[in-house]
Structure formats: structure tokens, C-alpha cells
């Protein structure tokens, strides 16, 4: 049987206390570690003292925050909700932070930026851009597939995020911008079975490999032409994998035409040329939670994958 961490009467919502930073401290140790004796090692507490620091964090809000078992301690269904939102507030505390610094001093920062695979392709230019104007900022970057899974997304560890998407943009409440598009198409090995194929129809009963918007976009392509979806997809989130897979299986994929065009002659993946109208766009696309609160360093970072994104644009499309 699991019995709550501590017994005490309940406070009204208009009576509730808000918590100090250093509760809240204590209180994510505690929910990170699974117990009092480890939270207490963890911060160089005494265990009395965390435990103090719960209950009057508990009594605050008017609620138990943990629940015990033999397994150690772990967050109530409240004290989960209050883990979560710990994870923003002292992300954005950092931040704050690190603009004051940047102000103050002209120099440092520290920046983290998720990417997609095929978003990357504007990181190399983005970054050179960067390191010119901010060279002290340290940078961490991280691959990122679908910001919806990610707790690291949802914690707001980082401080913006480039990603690709194709359909209607989903409605979560992000800020979006376009920073550039591509075609997708259909490629496969050279000496493909099916290379010489003029019509997607005919692909039906092929094995098919999918980024994770690619699964709903392919079962549309298939319905406009009246066709059932194929039944052998995967989903495959990493464009590496998704080329690996490529040049050595029959597989197909729906993938952008820059990461096609950029593998095609060399590394043995031909394009398909199908009949019809083309079959959908991929965006790459900046997602921010809050362009408000940006920094100072993302705001410059921003700007070179706005210069990055129209160059490659011109270079898609030349005059």
C-alpha cells in the first residue's frame, strides 16, 4: 500500500504560499533522486532538513507533493504537475541569468538547440555566422525528432528548436516560422526494382520508410489517387538510418528533395520521377515557446538561420 509522505490539514487555494526557489530546489532532488536520504547526499543536506523543506513546501501549497512505497518516495499526481513546472521555471531563472550576464558583460551565454536531421542542413552555415558575432556563447545542440515527445522540449531545456514538418501545422499553442521548404519525393537504390516507375499507385506493395509526420502524408498521397495505403511502413525517425536502410534494402522513401539531391549520384539513391503533381512540401520551420523571452544570444543565433535559410533558398532556386 502507498501512504502519502506526510499527514497535515489541508489549506485553502486563497491561503496558498508561494514557494521559494530553494523549496522547489529541494523538492525536484528529491523527485529526481526517489528518496530523502539521496536528495539530502545529493545537496549536502541533512535528511531532517529536506524533509522539513517538503513538508512546509506541502503545507504551502496545501497538498501532499510525494507519496511513499517500498520502492522509496515518488510525486503524486500534484506534485508531477509541480515537478513539470519547476523544470520551466528554473530553465527560464537560468535565462534570465545568462541575458543579465550577456548585457553586463558583452560576452558569454550559454544556448541549447534541438534540430531535426533534415533541419540540420542549416546549421553549418548558421553556425560559422554565429561563432563570428558570439564566439564566447557556449552551444549545445541536440537532435530532436518530434517536440511533442520530448521531455526535454517540455521541461524547456531548450531555448528554441528547428524541425521539420509537412500537413497543417498542429495546434500547440507554439510560435512558428517558415524558414524554408522543400519537395518531398520518393527515393530509393539505384537498381531499384521499382526505379523506373512513373506512378505512385504502382508502389503500393513496396516496403516504405517514413519520417513521423510521413505515416498520415503517405495514406493521403495514396487515397487522392484512389489507392489503398501500403500496408509495410516504417516509421523511421533519423534521416542517417532512413539512407542506411535505403542503399542496402528494396525500401522506399518519402524524403526531402536537398537530402536526395545532396546523396543521389554518389552514395547511389536515384529520385523517382512519378507522373502528377508533386507530392507534397517539407517545411523546415523555427518553433519558440516565447520570442519574448528570448535571450539575447538566441536572438543573434535566430538571425543567422534566417541569413542561413534565404541563401539556401537562392541556391534551390537561382535567378
Not at 506493395?205 to 500496408?231: D, E, K, M, S
Amino acid at each position: 500500500m502507498i501512504n502519502s509522505i506526510d499527514s497535515h490539514e489541508r489549506v485553502s487555494s486563497a491561503a496558498l504560499d508561494y514557494p521559494s526557489l530553494r523549496q522547489l530546489e529541494i523538492f525536484r532532488a528529491v523527485a529526481e533522486s526517489g528518496s530523502i536520504r539521496s536528495a539530502a547526499r545529493r545537496l549536502g543536506l541533512t535528511q531532517p532538513a529536506v524533509t522539513h523543506a517538503v513538508r512546509e513546501l506541502e503545507r504551502g501549497i496545501g497538498a501532499n507533493l510525494f507519496a511513499r512505497s517500498v520502492k522509496g518516495v515518488a510525486p503524486t499526481d500534484i506534485g508531477a504537475a509541480l515537478l513539470r513546472r519547476s523544470h520551466l521555471l528554473f530553465n527560464e531563472v537560468r535565462r534570465a541569468q545568462e541575458e543579465i550576464a550577456e548585457l553586463r558583460d558583452g560576452t558569454g551565454g550559454r544556448l541549447s538547440i534541438a534540430f531535426s536531421s533534415t533541419a540540420a542542413q542549416l546549421l553549418p552555415a548558421a553556425l560559422i555566422d554565429f561563432r563570428a558575432r558570439r564566439p564566447g556563447v557556449a552551444l549545445e545542440l541536440q537532435e530532436l525528432t518530434w517536440p511533442n515527445a520530448d521531455a526535454r522540449w517540455h521541461g524547456g531545456d531548450y531555448d528554441f528548436a528547428v524541425i521539420s514538418e509537412s500537413g497543417d501545422p498542429p495546434q500547440d499553442g507554439l510560435e512558428r516560422e517558415v524558414l524554408l521548404e522543400h519537395p518531398l519525393v520518393v527515393a530509393a537504390r539505384a537498381g531499384h526494382p521499382q526505379a523506373r516507375a512513373r506512378s505512385l499507385s504502382s508502389l503500393q506493395h513496396c516496403l516504405w520508410l517514413v519520417p513521423g509526420y510521413g505515416l498520415t502524408l503517405l495514406q493521403r498521397l495514396f487515397a487522392a489517387r484512389r489507392t489503398a495505403a501500403p500496408a509495410d511502413v516504417i516509421a523511421c525517425q533519423s534521416t542517417h538510418m532512413a539512407l542506411t536502410l535505403l542503399y542496402r534494402t528494396d525500401a522506399l522513401a518519402l524524403l526531402s528533395s536537398s537530402v536526395v539531391s545532396g546523396h543521389a549520384m554518389s552514395s547511389g539513391l536515384v529520385r523517382l520521377s512519378l507522373a502528377g503533381p508533386a507530392l507534397a512540401s517539407l517545411r523546415i520551420a523555427l518553433l519558440v515557446r516565447d520570442s519574448q523571452a528570448l535571450t539575447p544570444a538566441a536572438r543573434v543565433f535566430i538571425d543567422c538561420l534566417r541569413r542561413a535559410a534565404k541563401d539556401a533558398a537562392q541556391a534551390q532556386c537561382p535567378a
